[in-house]
């Protein structure tokens, strides 16, 4: 929650209608979950390949559009870079994996995902401001800015958008 706060104070809108965030992104992964059937046209691998480089793409750029529409216009793109990974890469791991070991790569990707989501918020921490007005620098008080915190969520954003862009 607190990042998107950092988001609100960024895009200069309330809490509220920074989480209207989640529909576009919604509607984006249930686009691309009905997109993965271009597998039928295109390689998997390189379908696969072009919507990790999608969602990598777009995580990257959150803090950066500038604008309200753009961050939307992103969450929909990646919400489709995501539906389509979610619903290609299980297949492809069965079609490269022997039977008798798909299943056990696929239980580990799953796993993956919940440390993930275990350990992302204490690693995602050091970089959010949240209800903050205030901050410490040099050992005076400093206002935080909305450029304060679009610097500060940049790490995380970039390093999660290129981990997923290389790493997936």
Request: net charge neutral; proline share 5%.
């Amino acid at each position: 929650m607190a990042p998107l706060l950092d988001l609100s104070f960024i895009y200069g809108v309330n809490l509220n209608t920074i989480s209207y965030l989640t529909f576009p992104l919604g509607v984006g992964y249930l686009t691309g979950s009905f997109a993965s059937e271009l597998t039928r046209l295109v390689p998997r691998q390189l379908l696969v390949g072009a919507s990790a480089l999608l969602f990598g793409l777009t995580t990257l750029a959150m803090p950066f559009y500038g604008r309200l529409w753009a961050l939307w216009a992103g969450a929909a793109l990646l919400g489709v870079g995501s539906g389509v990974w979610d619903s290609s890469q299980s297949v492809l791991l069965v079609e490269m994996w022997p039977s008798w070991a798909a299943n056990a790569v696929l239980q580990t990707t799953q796993g993956c995902y919940g440390l993930g989501t275990i350990v992302a918020p204490f690693l995602v921490s050091p970089f959010v401001f949240g209800e903050k007005n205030l901050t410490q620098i040099d050992g005076r008080n400093e206002t935080i800015t909305p450029e304060m915190r679009e610097r500060s969520l940049a790490v995380p954003y970039v390093v999660s958008g290129l981990t997923a862009s290389a790493g997936r």
